[in-house]
């Protein structure tokens, strides 16, 4: 069988085969893990082809996905050792540059970077990608095939991949209607009402932007208007630090991708 093999049977390549299977991505789509348990949940769930035996599992790849957490990155590479055969692979891991996998797990492999978000389940998710140098272009196809197929797709240069990987997350969306949510509750607004109201301001503000011609300046100029409801809240956060926390955040998640070269 040659096709798409992730190594790792985790909460990103469940998410990344949902989206696949909700796509009806034809090629095979074989998973490796060393939990057992994983592998039938997700053979049971999305029919995808298991493999318990990590040599066997890398025998019938054409496109290899390394998608377990970065501190396991170098031993898995380690196990997987001499591979004597050309062979596209993308890790998954945040902050491991493609001058650390090379020197792991060089030539005949062609490694690639990606950055999918667990949106991708829903065929609504936006996945960042950075090739090494000298990438055949038949291979970089095939790689920005596979992450098309369960959203957008961004090729951006390496040195930008922290920070795109802490600005990207969904959880930003997730924490934010917690937040908005929780605070409307404090109000006074039942939870239902909270929930609904926090998420029109988040989701369908944002798909309006999206999806209209208007610029984030005049919407934002549209939705508060001076002296206003809307107004005196965006002021009171800003004054309050709210663009400050922001960068704060996502300055510290930079430094927690950084410590993952090491």
């Not at 990987?165 to 969306?173: C, N």
């Amino acid at each position: 069988m040659n096709g798409v093999v992730f190594l790792g049977g985790g909460r990103i390549t469940s998410a990344l085969v949902a989206g696949l299977r909700l796509a009806q991505y034809q090629i095979p789509i074989v998973v490796y893990d060393r939990h057992i348990s994983k592998l039938r949940a997700l053979r049971r769930r999305y029919g995808v082809h298991i493999e318990p035996d990590l040599r066997r599992a890398i025998a019938q790849a054409t496109l290899l996905i390394i998608a377990v957490r970065p501190e396991s990155v170098g031993e898995l590479l380690g196990q997987i050792g001499r591979i004597r055969r050309p062979l596209t692979a993308v890790s998954l891991a945040a902050g491991i540059p493609l001058s650390r996998l090379r020197r792991q797990l060089g030539p005949p492999v062609n490694w690639a970077r990606a950055m999918p978000s667990p949106v991708c389940r829903s065929g609504r998710g936006l996945t960042a990608l950075t090739f090494e140098r000298r990438f055949p272009g038949r291979a970089r196809r095939r790689v920005v095939s596979l992450f098309a197929a369960v959203g957008s797709v961004l090729e951006i240069a390496e040195r930008k991949f922290d920070a795109f990987t802490v600005t990207y997350s969904s959880s930003h969306g997730y924490h934010a209607l917690a937040a908005l949510a929780g605070a409307a509750e404090k109000l006074g607004l039942d939870r239902r009402s909270a929930l609904m109201a926090a998420a029109h301001a988040l989701a369908d503000g944002v798909l309006a932007w999206r999806e209209g011609h208007l610029s984030l300046n005049r919407l934002l100029h549209e939705a508060a208007t001076p002296g206003g409801v809307a107004a005196t809240v965006m002021a009171t956060m800003d004054v309050a630090g709210y663009g400050r926390t922001i960068e704060k955040g996502l300055r510290a998640g930079m430094k927690r991708a950084r410590e993952n070269r090491r």
